[in-house]
Each structure stands twice: as C-alpha cells, then as structure tokens.
C-alpha cells in the first residue's frame, strides 16, 4: 500500500527541488494517488515496448509514457494495464491515449492519460526505453521519482515521501 501523499503539499514543501508537469491529465484508473521511481518508454502509436516493459518485475515503479501526445490509437488499455498490477508497478501515466475506460476504473493501478481512443496501437516495437523525457514544462528521467494525485504530476530527483 502506497502511502496518502498531497501533490501540493509536497510542492509547498519542496518546491525549489521539483518539478510540476503542466499537461492536464485524466485519471484513468481507481488508484488516484500514486508514486515511485520512473521508468520510461517513448513510442509513437505502438505499443510493443510498453508491454515489454509492464511484463517485467517491478517495486512500485511508475511507467512515464512519452507517446508525443499522439490521440490517434491507444497505448494501454485494461490488459496491459493488468500486467502492471500483476508484476508491481504503481501506475503509468501516458502523454498519450487509453481504451477500455471502464474496465481501468476497476484496477487498483493509477494510470494517467491525455484520452481515450477504442482504436488499438501498432505493434513493430519501435521506440526507446529508459531515455530521457519533456513534456508539460517537466524533464523525466529514469531512476528520479514522480508523484501523482488528482492535483497534478511532480517529478524530483530524490524520494520525497
């Protein structure tokens, strides 16, 4: 069980040694408060990778999904999204877009989204894992932590919690 945090708490706190993400998410799943350390994949469209990914072990880590915004196909939807659970992440939060929003409301995973599209992603496997990302005035990097509520989305560099 994670523990309850407040986004803007943190920040009244640490704000000199975070970052706030300025994209405008939609909570996807039932677990609302969510953190851990970052991981990421940067995939446009495909989401090989990301299965990849959610497929291997996990101690709460967060996937930080840079899918460049693009709302033309889903990244996650309810299966992908219960291999998470399964193999420990704490959540996914996606610049990008989900299906299957009914069923990740019932998941006890956090999952962060642009949208949703019913359409499913391509599978080449193209894209990179564990790179460095921007988005939302924020940089993600592997191994940093992220923290994320219905308030928004901060990144540190170390644990704040």
């Known amino acids: 069980m994670q523990p309850l945090f407040s986004t803007s708490d943190l920040f009244d706190a640490f704000g000199d040694s975070c970052q706030s993400c300025e994209t405008q998410f939609k909570q996807y799943g039932r677990c609302t408060v969510f953190s851990g350390k970052i991981r990421i994949v940067k995939c446009i469209g495909d989401n090989v990778l990301l299965r990849r990914m959610l497929e291997t072990a996990s101690e709460g880590e967060v996937l930080v999904v840079d899918g460049a ?35 990740l409301l019932t998941l ?7 949208g949703s599209n019913p359409k499913k992603s391509e599978k080449y496997g193209a894209g990179q894992v564990d790179v460095i990302a921007s988005f939302g005035g924020a940089t993600f990097v592997p191994g940093q932590w992220i923290y994320s509520d219905d308030d928004g989305v901060l990144v540190s560099a170390r644990q704040l919690t």
């Open 69 to 103: 915004g693009y709302l033309g196909s889903a990244l996650m939807g309810s299966t992908l999204a219960e291999l998470g659970l399964k193999n420990g992440w704490s959540g996914a939060i996606i610049f990008g877009a989900v299906r299957d929003v009914n069923a």
């Open 108 to 114: 006890g995973f956090g999952i962060k989204a642009l």
